[in-house]
């Protein structure tokens, strides 16, 4: 009978580790700068807890000149930690932003990788490149880089060195390094995210090391994430001048619920989290201000 029991609570113990886990399909997308066009690279699906990586490919002719590019990152090894996620999702790899007047190079030629990632999830819909699809906290999405040949060529072309490179989240016209880091050993570069929108590597003086001393362009208010959601979700803003600044939460009447922020913030990029434990279901607006600029998006509480 305790061998029984033993068992049942095994196979228990084991149903309930595997429904933790959540399949993502996926495609790797190349864009053409000259006319828009795409290329698919590789497509397929994994597991949360497992990957899959980058293959050796021949670019179309078209965008040929890039293929060093394509090289240097080619046997990236894309993996999702176990309990990252909280649903199935679809992710659009792109590799894009290629400088058309300077073949071989991205728009900026110091990066020496630029990817974009959108993402449909089975419940939440689809978040586009300019959204943040965060993992659940904690958990990490990786990218495992090997210092290849090709990779070690193209950072010398860029007169690069190891200790040069950096990484960051694209938001508004700049990068940024929070919500994500990095770690250099001796056969990798192992680059960790904490969600999916748009990224690059390059230059570590233009790639995140120097954000405290620029401004992003845009005044912007991304979607919360999760949404919907039960009980907490973040919100994400940027705001291009220092200045006063509210972020209220109201309900589906317009009556103001409460008041996540009120005060000063310095330029940059800020997050906010949301705790709605004390509310009921329903759909709810967060309404982002400054003196001179409002943006309110809808989100809602699933409980």
Do not use: C, W
């Not at 010398?156 to 929070?178: E, R, T």
């Amino acid at each position: 009978m305790k061998k029984m029991y033993l068992l049942l609570a095994m196979f228990f113990f084991a149903t309930f580790t595997f429904a933790q886990e959540h399949t993502i399909t996926y495609q790797v997308i190349i864009h053409n700068p000259f006319d828009g066009s795409t290329a698919t690279i590789t497509g397929g699906s994994f597991q949360t807890g497992s990957s899959f990586t980058l293959p050796e490919y021949t670019l179309p002719e078209a965008i040929s000149g890039y293929q060093q590019l394509y090289d240097a990152i080619e046997g990236t090894e894309f993996a999702i930690e176990s309990g990252a996620l909280s649903e199935n999702i679809t992710i659009g790899i792109n590799i894009f932003q290629f400088d058309p007047n300077n073949t071989g190079f991205y728009f900026n030629d110091d990066l020496f990788m630029f990817m974009g990632i959108t993402v449909i999830g089975e419940n939440s819909g689809m978040h586009g490149l300019d959204e943040f699809y965060y993992f659940n906290e904690g958990k990490y999405a990786t990218l495992t880089i090997p210092l290849s040949d090709s990779f070690n060529t193209l950072l010398q072309i860029l007169n690069l060195g190891l200790n040069d490179i950096g990484f960051g989240y694209y938001i508004g016209s700049l990068f940024y390094s929070n919500g994500l880091s990095f770690q250099i050993t001796s056969t990798d570069v192992i680059l960790q995210l904490s969600h999916f929108s748009k990224f690059g590597g390059g230059r570590g003086s233009l790639v995140g090391l120097n954000e405290g001393n620029e401004k992003p362009l845009e005044f912007s208010l991304s979607q919360n994430y999760p949404n919907p959601f039960n009980p907490t979700t973040r919100i994400n803003f940027t705001i291009p001048e220092a200045g006063f600044v509210t972020l209220k939460i109201y309900d589906a009447i317009g009556s103001e619920v409460v008041t996540l922020v009120s005060k000063n913030l310095p330029t940059g990029f800020h997050e906010v989290q949301f705790d709605a434990k004390k509310l009921t279901s329903g759909i709810y607006f967060y309404e982002l201000k400054t003196k001179n600029q409002t943006i309110t998006k809808k989100m809602i509480l699933m409980k």
